[in-house]
Structure formats: C-alpha cells, structure tokens
C-alpha cells in the first residue's frame, strides 16, 4: 500500500496551518483508494532563510524517515 507523508513548513505557527494543510493532503490521499495518509511533521513559525535551523521538527521528521 503506497504511504503518504506530508512536510510541511510556514510562517504562522497557528494549530489551524497544520491541520488544514494535513486536511487538504487526507483529501487527496482518500481519492485513492489503495494509499493511506501516515504521518506529518510541521515547522512553524519558520519566516526567514536559516529559521528552521535547530527547529524542533528536524528531528521529528529524521526520525519519521528514519521509521519508514
């Protein structure tokens, strides 16, 4: 079964960002029927070139990656 992981980053840090961003993705990820949505990871707060520099979600998506 094909699995789908989204990445994501943005400037506002803001619950609704992740959550409509990983709704849009369920949305296509439900239009095959054979796919299935696993996991997601959210860099927030992330404005400039260099900001996600020791962000929090580095390691949460090294080691999503490191589990597939």
Same mark, same amino acid.
Do not use: R, T
């Given at each position: 079964?094909?699995?789908? !992981?989204?990445?994501?980053?943005?400037?506002?840090?803001?619950? !609704?960002?992740? +959550? #409509? %961003? %990983?709704?849009?993705?369920? =949305?296509?990820?439900?239009?095959?029927?054979?796919?299935?949505? +696993?996991?997601?990871?959210?860099?927030?707060?992330? #404005?400039?070139?260099?900001? *996600?520099?020791?962000?929090?979600?580095?390691?949460?998506? !090294?080691?999503? =990656? #490191?589990? *597939?």
């Amino acid at each position: 079964m094909p699995e789908v !992981y989204l990445l994501s980053v943005a400037a506002e840090d803001e619950d !609704y960002v992740d +959550k #409509n %961003a %990983a709704g849009g993705v369920q =949305g296509w990820v439900d239009c095959f029927e054979k796919a299935e949505f +696993k996991g997601k990871v959210f860099a927030g707060g992330v #404005n400039e070139q260099g900001e *996600i520099e020791g962000h929090k979600a580095l390691d949460e998506a !090294y080691s999503m =990656g #490191n589990a *597939i």
